[in-house]
C-alpha cells in the first residue's frame, strides 16, 4: 500500500506494483470500523470480469 486517501464517504488506496506504477482503487466507506490495508501493507489488486473500465485519455 502506497498511499491512502479517506475522504469522507469514500477512500481512495494508491497500490504501488512491483513495476513501480501506482493503480488507484476507489472504495465505498460502507462501515465505520472495517478492517482496511494501511501504509506499507502487501495487498493484491483484483476486479471482477465485468468491473473494468476502460480509459481512453
Same mark, same amino acid.
Given at each position: 500500500?502506497? /498511499?491512502?486517501? *479517506?475522504?469522507?464517504?469514500?477512500?481512495?488506496? *494508491? !497500490?504501488?506494483?512491483?513495476?513501480?506504477?501506482? =493503480?488507484?482503487?476507489?472504495?465505498?466507506?460502507? +462501515?465505520?470500523?472495517?478492517?482496511?490495508?494501511? @501504509?506499507? /501493507?502487501?495487498?493484491? !489488486?483484483? @476486479? +471482477? /470480469?465485468?468491473?473494468? !473500465? =476502460?480509459?481512453?485519455?
Amino acid at each position: 500500500m502506497h /498511499d491512502i486517501a *479517506y475522504l469522507g464517504g469514500h477512500s481512495v488506496f *494508491y !497500490v504501488e506494483l512491483p513495476s513501480g506504477k501506482l =493503480v488507484q482503487s476507489f472504495v465505498a466507506n460502507a +462501515e465505520r470500523r472495517g478492517q482496511r490495508p494501511t @501504509w506499507g /501493507d502487501q495487498v493484491y !489488486v483484483w @476486479w +471482477e /470480469d465485468d468491473s473494468g !473500465v =476502460v480509459l481512453r485519455s
